[in-house]
């Protein structure tokens, strides 16, 4: 069974920077598609940022040029580096991993921005 958890979550204000990460059970290469999501009270949970096999990457409008994701091999973990974060921001985020057509999900870290 596959395994994800992430860390990095935290309470900052707005301007500020996060890096969350997320520990993967199994090698990132078995994964033919990887992102972040979250999900704010009274709202559905939404693709934050997502990257391929390859390495091609894509955001959603509200995050683009303050998000980066990012697969590291080497310790095997999925990377969100949020810079000047806003506080339509908060929400939890949640690490998925796609291998062919089953999804996994961690269980998310709580990100809160103050004003």
């Known amino acids: 069974q596959v395994q994800l958890a992430e860390s990095g979550g935290g309470l900052v204000q707005a301007g500020r920077s996060l890096r969350l990460s997320c520990a993967v059970s199994e090698y990132l290469i078995k994964f033919n598609l990887m992102g972040w999501y979250r999900q704010a009270p009274g709202r559905q949970r939404e693709l934050v940022a997502s990257i391929d096999a390859v390495g091609a990457t894509n955001y959603e409008d509200s995050v683009e040029g303050r998000f980066t994701i990012s697969k590291d091999f080497v310790e095997n973990t999925l990377n969100l580096e949020m810079n000047d974060l806003r506080p339509e921001d908060t929400a939890v985020y949640y690490c998925?991993?796609?291998?062919?057509?089953?999804?996994?999900w961690g269980q998310g870290t709580q990100v809160t921005v103050s004003s």
């Open positions: 998925n991993a796609r291998q062919v057509f089953t999804d996994y």
